[in-house]
């Protein structure tokens, strides 16, 4: 087999990039060499409608669709919707969307499991009247008893050779609605001493008396995942069933049930699945963060899924950059989620203007500045991007500077705004304090006395003076008013499954993951963002206008994004890696 193409550009002028090589890229190119599948790629994405789209699936969808989109293939969108006590049609919608927000179309082609229920009937048909199914009338708990362990085999249900014409008309009357849930399974007939477990006998079909969310009342069976998912790719024409490792097992059944019946047979490849530090990527317990109140719904920003990471401003471009980097791989690993972060800094370093904003405000009073006068100076909206141009922003006598950029008696390594120190402020002037007002009964620095160098305009001293601090400022009569929410991890360690001696990783939540900063003072330009419009606050990180504040009421809230501190960018330096 020939080594496979350099994919890492696009061979069309364009320079943009395309995804890394890796193992499922190299099946592909020797299948397409090999003119198997007549050298078409058809993937899927199949998401269980039982919750929202987290990290670990955007892996999945970048690698499906991204295949689909660089071997001129297609991917599908298909709802693997056989579990009808867990799914709803919300969870249809919001996974929808997310996909759609990745920047991926799987234009006419969005199916449901559910499409094949009567195929899917006709096929478990076929395999009983094979002899290769058989209607079992064993408890769950017996069924459990007789499938043995890993070291054992298991040991054959009594109901295991009753004759073709007796599991027939047993299934059809599981169908009709005949039993009792949880009476009768359909069970494959395969070996009950099989090193596999999955293959000692599994079952295809269970009696399920609930309404679908899409079949409503017609059915009272359901298929189960091993026996509808080989199907649903069978009937779609899919050539490679990627999923994650733990479906390894599932192969054997895979392949086994596509065999029996003889119809178009895909090839399942397994990939590891992602595991992010201070993450949890499991469905069942994201599912009970929200139910139990430990955040705020399903798009809490501090949450995994695409819609929290949306809410909290991260782009999709951002996500993707960050698939790509992840790579593909079939060894299990868990990714530093500070790589995701700094994808998310590389893009909106690029792209987010930069704004003035002060959390934590301390009034700074410019003594020789007149009241009532208003000095417009040009800043620059973006250093990274010169078509982002400028914009004036006022200054004036009364100003708000940060807290923690004065300290009345500065230790050696403080370079910012003390008693009797020139500092820069940002796009202005050079200021000096003369001057603090404290609170009588606390003590506590409530006011800053300063006077600023006229001849410093702009922020350079005409005398080449060198000050060692730029801060940021805001105007206090021209602020806005702005809630600042500030997240952090939602998990206090890096393995929130490692739980020690806790109970559970709902022990391991992070106490101080979201802060609240009310009615901070924010530069007058930002009185126009609109509901997810993205900013870096000039020295403290990138923010984004919340999309779901209530807009029309006026009320500004801002989410962190992210901090600017690049973690990866150190590591990476440290480890002497580009
Ligand atoms: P969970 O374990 O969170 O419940 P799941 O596998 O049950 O996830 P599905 O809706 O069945 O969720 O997943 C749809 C697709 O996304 C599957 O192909 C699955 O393998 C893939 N997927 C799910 N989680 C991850 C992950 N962490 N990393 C990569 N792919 C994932
Ligand atoms: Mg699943």
């Not at 199916?111 to 009567?118: G, H, K």
């Not at 008693?419 to 002037?429: I, K, M, T, W």
Request: proline share 6%; net charge negative; with cysteine.
């Amino acid at each position: 087999m020939g080594k496979p193409e350099d994919r890492t550009q696009k061979n069309d002028g364009t320079g943009e990039r395309l995804a890394p090589s890796n193992f499922i890229r190299t099946i592909v190119e020797q299948d397409r060499v090999a003119g198997k599948w007549d050298g078409r790629v058809h993937t899927r994405f199949p998401p269980e409608p039982n919750g929202y789209l987290h990290i670990g699936h955007a892996k999945s969808i970048c690698l499906n669709f991204g295949l689909a989109r660089d071997y001129d293939g297609l991917c599908n969108l298909r709802f693997d919707d056989t579990n009808p006590t867990k799914e709803e049609v919300e969870y249809v919608e919001s996974i929808k969307a997310d996909v759609r927000w990745l920047g991926f179309d799987w234009q006419d082609r969005e199916y449901y499991a559910s499409d094949y229920f009567d195929q899917l009937y006709d096929f478990a048909e076929q395999l009983i009247q094979k002899g290769k199914a058989y209607v079992d009338n064993l408890s769950a708990e017996e069924v459990r008893q007789y499938r043995g362990t890993l070291t054992e085999p298991g040991k054959e249900s009594p109901h295991r050779d009753r004759p073709v014409e007796e599991s027939l008309e047993l299934f059809r009357k599981m169908r009709a609605g005949q039993f009792p849930d949880g009476s009768h399974v359909l069970r494959a007939k395969i070996d009950m001493a099989s090193p596999n477990i999955l293959m000692r006998d599994p079952t295809l079909y269970r009696i399920r008396k609930v309404s679908h969310h899409r079949t409503g009342d017609k059915w009272c069976i359901y298929p189960l995942y091993d026996f509808t998912h080989c199907l649903s790719d069978s009937i779609e024409g899919i050539t490679h069933s990627i999923c994650t490792l733990e479906f390894e097992n599932n192969r054997e059944l895979y392949d086994w049930v596509l065999d029996e019946l003889g119809v178009y047979h895909p090839q399942q490849i397994e990939f590891a699945r992602l595991n992010l530090t201070y993450t949890v990527l499991s469905k069942r317990k994201l599912i009970r963060l929200v139910d139990e109140g430990h955040v705020d719904g399903w798009d809490d920003p501090r949450m995994p899924t695409i819609s929290g990471l949306r809410r909290r401003g991260y782009t999709p471009e951002s996500i993707r950059d960050f698939c790509e980097r992840i790579g593909v791989a079939r060894r299990d690993s868990t990714v530093d989620i500070a790589l995701l972060e700094h994808c998310l800094r590389e893009d909106l370093n690029r792209r987010a203007n930069r704004v003035m904003a002060v959390l934590r405000p301390l009034k700074v009073v410019i003594e020789n500045f007149p009241e009532d006068q208003v000095e417009e100076l040009e800043a620059i909206n973006n250093p990274e991007d010169p078509e982002a141009g400028t914009r004036s922003i006022p200054f004036t006598r009364e100003l708000y500077i940060e807290q923690e950029d004065f300290m009345e008696e500065p230790p050696k390594k403080f370079f910012r705004l003390a008693p009797g120190r020139e500092v820069r402020l940002r796009y202005a002037f050079f200021i000096t304090c003369t001057g603090v007002v404290k609170d009588p009964d606390t003590g506590e620095v409530v006011e800053l006395r300063c006077t600023y160098d006229p001849a410093t305009r702009g922020g350079d001293a005409p005398d080449g003076r060198k000050v060692k601090a730029t801060l940021h400022w805001v105007s206090a009569p021209h602020a806005a008013r702005a809630e600042v929410r500030l997240y952090d991890h939602l998990f206090d360690r890096e393995n929130p499954n490692d739980v020690g001696k806790a109970e559970s990783f709902v022990d391991t939540l992070h106490p101080n993951s979201l802060e609240i900063l009310t009615d901070c003072p924010v530069e007058p330009s930002l009185k126009s963002a609109v509901a997810g419009e993205r900013f870096q606050f000039e020295r403290l990180g990138y923010f984004c206008v919340d999309p779901t504040a209530d807009a029309a009421s006026g009320r500004l809230v801002f989410n962190r994004t992210v901090t600017l501190r690049d973690t990866w960018a150190k590591i990476q330096k440290r480890g002497g890696k580009a």
